[in-house]
């Protein structure tokens, strides 16, 4: 056979046929599937080219959202996803029907629900991207920034007109990292809101029930149908509360673009990796890219709107909790146990917030999800679920990090009585209650 042996590693292997092996280029192409199914050889050159192609194509803005889209895909169908099934798309209708109803009796917030869906992976990537590049866009935006300023001067008058092309190349890395994470991102989340931020459109309730039957398997004697209604009880309440508090929707995703958008990167640094690089040095190159020549390091204002953010997150999280803690108490035996597998999912930082956190360069968690439900539970109990909800009329009445310090104490007048009289406060809570902004009875500046 051409002399060619059988012994892995040895001659004549493919991986003995991969030039690139060893080098940043190896990486770079198996993510793009290059090397095809084996992963060894050669690469497939002409699908390489198609995909560099692809990356490189003109585009509006610092990504290219069709390469990160193809990638997604690409990515979320090395497992399996199955078309969603009629059968599917009713049981998840019918749940979110049922935890409305449920709902109505926890809140005065009405549904937040206008439409049910239920997606493959593929359908969570496409319905959900457009919420993704507000997110991620300020941080690639800030990277390829930082990359241009980092370069040497003297580099960058040899350069000329390849500084646009360096800065095409940043933004294709990003695209293949964004679209990776996707796609990962893809097979773990559990419903639109699953991360505590609204991806999806507004007033859709959807959920994932290939994830949520994997999800499922993982809690033992608990029915598939008790998790599918559990996890559409939290949908829905997200649902409701972002509908019934109409500033915070925003409030969360500009948060999270602000932060990327201010993201701080050590040019210093960037610079002095990039004059130690030997282009003819395929090892050193390696070594400086995984060496965290893009590492950002969060300034002293962006830490401060981390933990406000965290906060906020987590009063988000502690409200569903609280809600739907509520709805089941006496509905549904199994809830206690579905709770607490979901408060560890979420604080803990599974795969999903992983995956954000590379996407963005933010790990959005909320820690403090269990002081957080402990607050709005405490507070419903002592003053009522009006009072409950009132304090989401204006995010300057939420709860602060002392406040989870001390959950039990957070009373009346930790809503700002000297700003606010009780009949302001009524009528605000009026007013966002009958779908207003929560400003009626609040004085002007």
């Known amino acids: 056979m051409d002399g060619m042996s059988d012994t892995p590693g040895g001659p004549g292997t493919p991986d003995d046929n991969n030039p690139f092996k060893g080098t940043p280029f190896e990486q770079i192409f198996s ?3 290059g090397f095809g ?6 690469p497939d050159l002409n699908a390489l080219m198609s995909q560099m192609q692809s990356l490189f194509a003109p585009h509006d803005g610092p990504v290219n959202w069709d390469t990160v889209l193809d990638l997604a895909r690409r990515a979320a169908a090395q497992e399996p996803d199955p078309t969603v099934s009629a059968a599917q798309s009713g049981a998840v209708a019918d749940a979110v029907r049922l935890a409305d109803h449920w709902l109505d009796t926890t809140t005065e917030f009405p549904s937040g629900v206008s439409t049910t869906a239920a997606w493959s992976r593929a359908e ?11 997110l991620v866009e300020p941080i690639a935006g800030s990277a390829t920034a930082a990359l241009g300023q980092a370069m040497p001067e003297e580099m960058r008058q040899l350069a000329g007109p390849l500084i646009a092309m360096l800065g095409k190349a940043s933004g294709a890395m990003v695209a293949n990292q964004v679209g990776s994470g996707l796609g990962a991102l893809a097979g773990d989340v559990l419903s639109a809101s699953d991360i505590g931020l609204p991806l999806g459109p507004i007033g859709k309730a959807a959920l994932l029930p290939t994830n949520v039957e994997a999800f499922a398997a993982e809690v033992p ?4 149908d008790d998790v599918l209604l559990f996890l559409a009880l939290r949908e829905a309440a997200h649902q409701r509360l972002f509908a019934g508090v109409p500033w915070l929707r925003d409030h969360l995703i500009s948060a999270v673009a ?3 958008a201010g993201m701080d990167f050590d040019t210093s640094a960037m610079e002095e990796k990039m004059r ?3 282009l003819s040095n395929p090892a050193a190159m390696q070594d400086a890219l995984s060496g965290g020549l893009f590492d950002p390091e969060p300034s002293a204002a962006q830490k401060a709107a981390l933990e406000k953010l965290e906060v906020t997150l987590a009063l988000v999280e502690g409200w569903v909790d609280e809600v739907v803690s509520q709805a089941t108490a006496e509905r549904m035996p199994a809830a206690t146990k579905l709770q607490e597998t979901v408060r560890r999912r979420r604080a803990a930082g599974g795969p999903a917030e992983q995956t954000f956190a590379t996407l963005v360069g933010l790990e959005l968690r ?10 709005w539970g405490s507070l419903r109990t002592r003053q009522g679920a009006e009072a409950r909800d009132g304090v989401w009329m204006s995010p300057h009445l939420l709860p602060t990090a002392a406040d989870l310090d001390d959950p039990l104490g957070f009373r009346e007048d930790s809503v700002s009585p000297g700003q606010l009289s009780a009949e302001d406060f009524d009528a605000g809570l ?3 209650l009958d779908g207003g902004d929560g400003t009626e009875g609040r004085p002007t500046e």
């Open 276 to 278: 130690e690089i030997d």
């Open 258 to 260: 602000e932060y990327g």
């Open 31 to 33: 993510q793009m599937g």
């Open 124 to 134: 969570w990537i496409v319905e959900t991207i457009d919420v993704w590049k507000v």
């Open 37 to 42: 199914a084996g992963g060894g050889g050669m």
């Open 430 to 432: 009026r007013d966002l």
């Open 221 to 224: 004697d608990v029915t598939t």
């Open 366 to 375: 909320p820690r403090r999800l269990r002081d957080a439900s402990t607050l």
